[in-house]
Each structure stands twice: as structure tokens, then as C-alpha cells.
């Protein structure tokens, strides 16, 4: 097995390698192949492409299969693939994902970090004399925007909190739908929905139906108190109309993991949104990370081991999102 | 029915008086008033005394129930209550001090707040690129010494998120106890089971088997990466020890929400602690918040009306922990 891993992929060799039974030659490429030819000849006639993003202006090299080191797809350019090239992709992001959109809630709800920074053995007797009441979870009410995996992970560890899940999912049928909610409704129910929520999560994929359709009306919808988790793509939410929101306070909070603009490769300087979020108060800006966490690597590169296990013995792969099962 | 409500929880008659049936007279007294005798004829001939300390060396006011307005009950001096008087007291800081546990487990784990101030969208590239993963909740084993009702709903939560609960109680038996875990053990295996945990949390009662009780061979039973959550009353803990085993790194973390000392009445200035825990970075301090919420308050006042309504009534009273049910 010839297995090419590119950009950040490269960096999970010793993951992948470890948890393989087939031997393996492994080649690593610079986070430029993505997109550049310039590294071809070494990807042509690999069996496996480990690559997050796929992009070419001219004919691609030859490989079997191009796995995804994770779930999202819109780096990659399917047309510009190889002939019978078939493409899996891998999850386990929903833990990490679920588990940051609860720091979240609990960050909004407690700000322990900030009671940390303030305490003082000198002033411990006014601080604790003088303690205001927070507010709680307990009783508060969830919309969730994208019922999949990620959706549900969130809800799971939400309700043990015991906060009220409303799931919003083009599967609801009769006020439900299958997995852990308490209400769902179909996103044509959005709007009626919006203003019942505390919280706002936003887990849906970005797709055409998405693509700025959180926008000024929905935010109007939310009640002034409620607060958005963004933990889905950012141009699901209009970023003019998200600025203007939490400028004017219309809503409490919103907690952004997502941008519109990401750097393609080292040394690239992007802005990631045309207004600059974290000089609000209440914007609560984080890179990227609400997915990345040492158990995401290894959950996916021993199933993406196991796929390259199963195409080594001519079994079915799992996951496929494109090509042969 | 006359009501005499003491100290913080003089400043919660509106809640108590929206929620009663019985018509009141109420009486509102320093917080001084929980130990000196100086207000005892205005105390003198009460229905109700709200307080959450009670203490004289002299012969106690007469009233008939004292009321304590949260669970613990090591500031009533019982012996020096008038003859005949009932205690009850009352909990649901359950579910705030459930929701603090787990936004230290998870501000140990995500350190969202830092993530947020270090934002900046002119380094958002090199933040982006450079993500480095961190832990998961996921997976983890949790020791929860004490599993009463502030133990099983750090549980739930904890459950929720994948994490192993093992619990320490005196009901446990053949490894399980009633209740929300995984396994059980009793007190007596505390120093076999403590290695295996990532998170200790001590939530059990302050009495004359746990003061003191983990001290410098528990700490050194636990893993150097382990960290310990006390919302339960600082003196379970030696002090000493406590500091030596943060500040030589022997345990990862501790997250303190309990002290050694508080002030008695306003102007009050005592030290928390014999040792600047603040001064050291893996020691994480909060005045005595962990139960502190808005919720709290509205849940505890509702039952202690209905307690007072019951007393109006005759009928028996809820959660009396001393004299006539």
C-alpha cells in the first residue's frame, strides 16, 4: 500500500502506521498539494490519498482512494478527481464538538475562569460576603439546529443537564424524530421556534439550503437573552447581520468556533470575517478548536487503519461518501 | 405566623412571601443575629426562625421551627435551641453545584475563556494553523467520594459525557450502589480506587469520619494528571498537604470552592486559608459559588413556604432533621 498523506494529515503518520495490519509505504506532502500540482508525481499511482482538501486545474494523478481525515467535504472538488476514485470520510468529532458547545453553555452560565482570576485571599471575606447569584441550565430550553451526529451528541449531555432539546431536522415528523429530544420541528418551523430557545446551536452542514440562512430575521427571532453557538460552518450565518445583532445587544451572546475565510497554507494572512467579532464583548471567539483533541486523532486515523485494512483485502470500505462501497 | 429571617436570608422575604399561603408578619435581623443575643426579643415568640447559623451561650428566644435555608447544618449549635424547636432544612443546590463540576471538568479540559482572550483576527492564521489538540471528557473516569444527593447529580452529568463513574458510599455493596454510576465501593477502598480516577470529587458531608480524612497518603494515592474538585467543605481536606501536593506538581489540579475560614458578619476580614492557594497556577479558587444561583434561591423559598404552610396547617413537616415531623 502506497499511502500519500497531505498537510496536517502528514503529521498523523505515526497514528495511522500504528494502527495498520497492511504494510505500508507512506509518503508526507506540504499542506500546498492540496491544491498544487507541483507534487503529482509522487501522489500518482498511490493506493490511498490522505487529505482533507483536493483541488486541481489540470489533470489529477492516479489514486484508489482519497480518504478524508474528517467529516466536512467542501474542500473537495469531486469533478477533478481520478477516474473510479472513491472517497470515505470519518466522524468522532461529535464528542469533542458536544463537549466545547457545553463549555460554552457552562462559560456562559458561570464565567469560572474570570471568579478564578478575581479571587484573592485580601478580599476573600467581601467576595464572598458580597456573592450574586448566577443563573442555572437546569430548565432551560435548547433549539438545535441539524439533528446529526454532532446534534445529537450535543443533546445527550444537554439534557442530563436537564435542559428542554428542541430538534430542528428535516426528519421530524408529528413534533419528533429519532434520537435524544424532547420537541421536533421541520426547518420550515425555524421562525416559530427561535424565539422559545435559550440557547441556539447551529450543527447543520453547509449546503445550499444553509448558506446565509441565519440571518437578520432569525436573529430578530431570538429573544435579547438568548445566546448562539456557532459549531457549524460560519456562512450558515449572514456575518453582517451576526455583527449588527450583537453590536446592538438584540441578542445576549454568541459563541464562534467558525469562520468565513481560513488561511490555505502556512504563511497565508486572512482575516476570518470582514468584521473583526472579537472586539465585541459579547462575541466569544475561538479558532477552530472545538473539535481538535488528541481522542478525535486516534478514533479517526484507527478507522481510517481499518479502511485501508479492508480495501488491502478487497472488502467493503465504510463511510463511503463517493465511488464504491 | 411571625417569620424572623436572618442575615442573606433576611434579603430573600420577597421570595419567601410570594410563595406562602399563610398570612405573615416577617421580621428581618443582621447577620449577627446567628450568634449574639442581642435581637433575641424580637426572636422571642417567633413561628419561624430562617437562618442558616444558630448559636447562643445564653438561654435561646422561643420559636418553633428554625428553618435552616440551604443543607448544611454544622453552623447550628443544637444544643443551644429552645425546647421543643424543629430543624428543617432544605437542598436543590444539587443542580448548581453539579453544573459548577462540570464546568471545571470542562474548564480543565477546553480552557474556553483563554482560548477567547488570546482571539485576535490579525493572528487568527498563525492560531489557526497551529491549533494543538487537547483532552476529552470522553472516556475518563471520575471517583465521586460521598454519593449523596449532590454526588449523583455530578454523575448524571458526567455519565452524559462518557465519563466512568466510580462511587464511594457506605450503602455500597458487591461493587454498586442506588444511583447513577458504573461501580461502588465503600469509604474503606477509597486508597485502592483513587489511582484510577481522573477526576476526584469530594461531595461528601463534613462529620467526625471525613474531617481531615484526605490528607497527604490520599493525594499521593492519586494520579500525577488527576485533578481534585472539593465542593464539599474544605476541612475534609488537610490544608497543608492539599498545598504541598499543587505546588510540587504531585496532582495536576485542585478546583477549591470551600475554605478553611469565613467572615461571621460584614466587615469580617479572615483568610480562607492558612496557604495563598490563589498564588498557585494549578490551584483554581472560587468564593463559595458553587450552589450560587438565582434558581437556587426561587426552588429553596418555595419549600420553605410550603414547610410554613404545613406548620399553619398542623400537618407534618418536610426535611426535618431534628425534633417533631
Redesign the interface.
Given at each position: 500500500m502506497k499511502i500519500v498523506m497531505v498537510g496536517e494529515a502528514a503529521t498523523h503518520q505515526h497514528e495511522l502506521a500504528a494502527a495498520l495490519a497492511t504494510p505500508a509505504e507512506f509518503v508526507a506532502l506540504p499542506r500546498e498539494a492540496h491544491e498544487s500540482a507541483q507534487w503529482d508525481d509522487q501522489i500518482d499511482g498511490a493506493d490511498v490519498l490522505v487529505a482533507m482538501r483536493f483541488k486541481r486545474s489540470t489533470p489529477a494523478p492516479r489514486f484508489r482512494l482519497l480518504h478524508a481525515p474528517g467529516a466536512g467535504l467542501d474542500g473537495i472538488d469531486f469533478a477533478a478527481l481520478p477516474a473510479g476514485c472513491t472517497v470515505c470520510n470519518v466522524f468522532e468529532h461529535e464528542?469533542?464538538m458536544?463537549?466545547?458547545a457545553?463549555?460554552?453553555l457552562?462559560?456562559h452560565?458561570?464565567?469560572?475562569?474570570?471568579?478564578?482570576a478575581r479571587?484573592?485571599?485580601?478580599r476573600?471575606?467581601q467576595?464572598?460576603?458580597g456573592?450574586?447569584?448566577?443563573?442555572?441550565?437546569?430548565?432551560k430550553t435548547m433549539l438545535i439546529i441539524g439533528f446529526g451526529r454532532i446534534g445529537q451528541a450535543v443533546a445527550?449531555?444537554a439534557?442530563?443537564?436537564?435542559i428542554r432539546v428542541i430538534a430542528l431536522s428535516s426528519r421530524a415528523r408529528d413534533g419528533k424524530v429519532a434520537g435524544p429530544m424532547d420537541e421536533a420541528y421541520t426547518d420550515a418551523q425555524l421562525l416559530e421556534q427561535l424565539p422559545r430557545a435559550d440557547f441556539v446551536v447551529l450543527s447543520c452542514p453547509l449546503n445550499e439550503h444553509t448558506r446565509g440562512a441565519f440571518g437578520a430575521q432569525q436573529l430578530a427571532a431570538m429573544r435579547p437573552e438568548a445566546v448562539l453557538i456557532n459549531i457549524a460552518r460560519a456562512a450558515v450565518v449572514d456575518q453582517a447581520a451576526l455583527y449588527d445583532a450583537l453590536k446592538h445587544q438584540r441578542i445576549a451572546r454568541a459563541f464562534l468556533d467558525v469562520?468565513y475565510q481560513?488561511?490555505a497554507r502556512?504563511g497565508?494572512?486572512?482575516?476570518?470575517?470582514s468584521f473583526?467579532?472579537?472586539d465585541l464583548p459579547n462575541a466569544?471567539?475561538?479558532?477552530?478548536?472545538s473539535g481538535?483533541?488528541?481522542?478525535?486523532?486516534e478514533r479517526r486515523y484507527r478507522l481510517i487503519a481499518q479502511n485501508i485494512d479492508r480495501l488491502a483485502r478487497g472488502e467493503p470500505l465504510h463511510n463511503v461518501v463517493a465511488g464504491h462501497a
Open positions: 464528542i469533542p458536544a463537549e466545547y457545553m463549555a460554552c457552562l462559560e452560565q458561570i464565567a469560572l475562569a474570570s471568579i478564578d479571587f484573592d485571599s485580601d476573600f471575606s467576595a464572598y460576603l456573592r450574586q447569584p448566577r443563573g442555572e441550565l437546569y430548565g445527550v449531555r439534557r442530563a443537564f436537564g469562520w481560513y488561511p502556512e497565508d494572512q486572512v482575516m476570518p470575517a473583526r467579532f472579537e466569544f471567539c475561538t479558532p477552530h478548536v481538535w483533541t488528541h481522542g478525535l486523532f
